[in-house]
């Protein structure tokens, strides 16, 4: 092959530019082939490259609101269908039934009798009993509701004497400690009881709680529940009944 002859382009560095001589026109066609293909390649690479990150893009965009939607909606249906998981997810241990079922021999602070009442107090949940009229023996065997939400929990109980024409008179309080039925409920929890009757733990009465007698807490058919009967304190004399009931996610 001689010299002039050759299939590559000889560069004219003697003008200084960029440009090719080209021995024929053969040569320049072909150089202007590859020239195009080399475009052609590097445009299909910016829209590969374009789809790529374009299609990806969508594709996560679609499928995190797709998610969102999704946990949204089950997490509505089962906001509605479930309330002990509601309370659950809304950090509840449970729910709190407290039954006040009478009082004895409470004081007296009018002229022969009193109007009582019972406030209880769990936390910052307050409810009341309604009032029994010129009675030192009531019996309201009302059931009060509270959320409980921390397992150390002290439920706080206020009797008053309901006056119209002065502020009411205090006729005693007293306090239970509800971590006993708090753990009852999770050992009724390991040992799955789920039915009959059975005794899970007993709390005898010191002077660091108002218990006037031993109380048993039981599961009765799944529910975990405790009867106790309270010494009214700052008063002469008078005690409570009340069943508390703690209602978790697993009944
Ligand atoms: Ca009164």
């Not at 309080?173 to 753990?183: K, T």
Request: charged letters at 20%; aromatic letters at 8%; a positive charge.
């Amino acid at each position: 092959m001689k010299l002039g002859s050759s299939q590559q382009p000889v560069a004219a560095g003697d003008r200084g530019c960029s440009t090719v001589d080209y021995k024929s026109d053969a040569d320049r066609e072909t150089a202007h082939n590859n020239s195009q293909s080399q475009i052609s390649t590097s445009s299909a690479f910016v829209l590969i490259f374009t789809n790529e990150y374009t299609v990806p893009r969508f594709f996560v965009e679609f499928s995190l609101v797709s998610v969102v939607r999704f946990s949204f909606s089950f997490a509505a249906l089962l906001w509605y269908l479930k309330p002990s998981l509601r309370r659950y997810i809304m950090g509840e241990l449970g729910q709190l039934k407290v039954v006040v079922v009478q009082g004895k021999r409470l004081v007296i602070r009018d002229f022969k009798s009193s109007d009582p009442y019972v406030v209880v107090k769990l936390g910052n949940q307050t409810a009341k009993t309604k009032v029994i009229n010129c009675c030192l023996n009531p019996v309201w065997n009302e059931e009060l509701n509270f959320s409980l939400t921390e397992s150390g929990g002290i439920l706080n109980l206020e009797v008053f004497d309901k006056d119209l024409l002065k502020t009411d008179d205090k006729m005693g309080n007293a306090q239970l400690d509800l971590r006993p039925i708090v753990s009852a409920t999770r050992l009724r929890d390991i040992l799955r009881v789920s039915s009959g009757e059975t005794t899970l733990r007993k709390v005898a009465p010191n002077r660091e709680n108002c218990l006037v007698r031993e109380s048993s807490i039981n599961c009765v058919n799944g529910v975990v529940m405790q009867n106790v009967w309270l010494r009214l304190g700052g008063v002469e004399s008078g005690e409570l009944e009340l069943t508390i009931k703690l209602i978790t996610p697993s009944n």
